[in-house]
């Protein structure tokens, strides 16, 4: 992890085109290639630019150019560096999921089709560079759909979801590789980037899965 604090300017070429003027910022580096910009007054915990890895990171006296498999292109330009600090975090253990949530990927595990008709399960915790996926699925027409399960669905469940599909992509055994992502409450937020990132939504009953009748009152 490197961690520098300086005023820059940041431009971010891609999908769009954006521009941060020269202000006092956070740039953090992960030993993984992820690269995010972060201001100290706007009272969010997401960076203000940031590009995913898998990454290319090129250091110039006065530059930092971030550039991806994709076509896009971040570019740092620094006018004065304050603070410059680099320590290893070694391996990390990942994410205990608390007993609901990990329940609940053992039930939808055990009924795949509960997300979807016809979903069948190839393996739990499927591996990949960045992580593992809860389930790898096959759909009615033998189609890999990654599925990522939370308890209460956000916006960095879609995200956490869209980075693992850019990796299973990759795979030429698996693409096309579609996401569902499913849990039991969804933000309206992460419903709209989930759209946009073409991943399809599913909320499911907890309950219901256990076989426990839901005490919610229904026409039906």
């Given at each position: 992890?490197?961690?520098?604090?300086?005023?820059?300017?940041?431009?971010?070429?891609?999908?769009?085109?954006?521009?941060?003027?020269?202000?006092?910022?956070?740039?953090?580096?992960?030993?993984?290639?992820?690269?995010a910009?972060?201001?100290?007054?706007?009272?969010?915990?997401?960076?203000?630019?940031?590009?995913?890895?898998?990454?290319?990171i090129?250091?110039?006296?006065?530059t930092?150019?971030?550039?991806n498999?994709?076509?896009?292109?971040?570019?740092?330009?620094?006018?004065?560096?304050?603070?410059?600090?680099?320590?290893?975090?070694?391996?990390?253990?990942?994410?205990?999921?608390?007993?609901?949530?990990?329940?609940?990927?053992?039930l939808?595990?055990?009924?795949?089709?509960?997300?979807?008709?016809?979903?069948?399960?190839?393996?739990?915790?499927?591996?990949?560079?960045?992580?593992?996926?809860?389930?790898?699925?096959?759909?009615?027409?033998?189609?890999?759909?990654?599925?990522?399960?939370?308890?209460?669905?956000?916006i960095?469940?879609?995200?956490?979801?869209?980075?693992?599909?850019?990796?299973?992509?990759?795979?030429?055994?698996?693409?096309?590789?579609?996401?569902?992502?499913?849990?039991?409450?969804?933000?309206?937020?992460?419903?709209?980037?989930?759209?946009?990132?073409?991943?399809?939504?599913?909320?499911?009953d907890?309950?219901?899965?256990?076989?426990?009748?839901?005490?919610?009152?229904?026409?039906?």
């Amino acid at each position: 992890m490197r961690l520098v604090v300086a005023i820059c300017s940041v431009d971010y070429e891609g999908r769009l085109q954006a521009h941060l003027p020269s202000a006092h910022r956070l740039i953090m580096a992960k030993a993984d290639g992820c690269v995010a910009v972060h201001a100290d007054n706007r009272g969010a915990y997401k960076p203000l630019m940031w590009m995913n890895a898998p990454n290319r990171i090129v250091e110039e006296e006065n530059t930092w150019t971030i550039s991806n498999p994709k076509g896009e292109k971040l570019l740092i330009t620094i006018e004065e560096v304050l603070s410059d600090f680099s320590f290893d975090l070694g391996d990390d253990p990942g994410l205990q999921k608390d007993g609901v949530e990990a329940h609940l990927q053992v039930l939808l595990a055990e009924n795949p089709g509960s997300i979807e008709e016809g979903l069948s399960l190839t393996r739990r915790e499927y591996p990949t560079d960045i992580g593992p996926v809860d389930m790898l699925c096959r759909d009615d027409k033998d189609k890999a759909v990654a599925v990522e399960i939370k308890r209460r669905g956000g916006i960095d469940g879609v995200e956490q979801l869209t980075r693992y599909l850019d990796f299973l992509n990759r795979d030429p055994k698996l693409r096309p590789v579609r996401g569902i992502f499913v849990a039991q409450e969804i933000t309206p937020q992460a419903k709209t980037l989930a759209k946009d990132r073409k991943i399809s939504c599913v909320e499911v009953d907890y309950e219901e899965l256990q076989g426990i009748e839901s005490n919610v009152l229904r026409l039906f």
